[in-house]
């Protein structure tokens, strides 16, 4: 079973630019969540989307945006590029009961890292 | 808001010794996770412990939870180098009965083996 891929894997852009990661989840995974990891924050929520609905969202500012797809696959977004969003982003995706409640651990992908110069 | 805080945030160990890694959080919480992240990697989910007094092993590596003492601690049993990584402890707060896809994570315990 493919684990959770996350493309880009490098990205390098400029402050004030925009930048969008995929995430494509585990097969039959329907919870996708998305967390920023620096050096100095540790890692953080951004948000969770579960059937094409954002359920939940971390403190982050509005340039941080996300959807997710009829097939589960997200992405996240963001605007106006600024040297503090240099970071691992990662994704993780979880199996959803019927009830919406997840039922299992969150597998990660390997992470897209972002340089903002 | 749940914080979660682990210690020691730097461990260097010999090879064949033990040690324990601690984890507390502030919040009532049904679920505790405990990942791996090599350098320049991925997490890994080494333990997921979902109720107190929750026990798992895995290899040299023990975790348990006492939800009571919000507590839960990863045990290195006689290190190896290959156990070299950085750990890290989650917390799954659930609202409602119902979680949304949010870890809270731990600062990371940065463990190097030495021979």
């Known amino acids: 079973k493919a684990g959770v891929t996350q493309t880009p894997r490098y990205l390098i852009k400029t402050r004030g630019q925009q930048v969008t990661l995929s995430c494509s989840p585990i097969?039959?995974?329907?919870?996708v969540s998305w967390y920023q990891q620096t050096p100095g924050q540790g890692l953080q929520f951004l948000f969770e989307?579960?059937?094409?609905?954002?359920?939940n969202k971390g403190n982050f500012p509005g340039r941080f945006s996300g959807r997710q797809f009829s097939n589960s696959r997200s992405e996240m977004n963001v605007s106006t590029l600024e040297l503090g969003d240099s970071a691992l982003y990662l994704c993780?995706?979880?199996?959803?009961?019927?009830?919406?409640?997840?039922?299992?651990?969150?597998?990660f992908g390997a992470g897209t890292r972002l340089s903002v110069l | 808001e749940l914080k979660v805080e682990q210690n020691p945030l730097f461990l260097s160990m010999q090879e064949g010794k033990n040690y324990t890694i601690y984890c507390n959080y502030s919040t009532t919480s049904d679920r505790l996770y405990w990942y791996r992240q090599d350098p320049g990697k991925s997490l890994e989910s080494l333990f997921v412990?979902?109720?107190?007094?929750a026990v798992k092993q895995e290899g040299r590596l023990m975790a348990s939870l006492d939800t009571k003492a919000r507590l839960s601690t990863l045990h290195i049993t006689a290190a190896v180098h290959d156990l070299s990584a950085t750990y890290f402890c989650a917390v799954d707060i659930r609202a409602g009965g119902t979680s949304y896809g949010k870890l809270t994570f731990g600062q990371g315990t940065i463990l190097t083996v030495h021979p």
């Open positions: 993780a995706s979880s199996l959803v009961s019927s009830g919406g409640i997840a039922k299992n651990i969150q597998y």
């Open positions: 412990l979902l109720s107190n007094g």
């Open positions: 989307y579960f059937s094409e609905t954002q359920r």
């Open positions: 097969s039959g995974h329907r919870s």
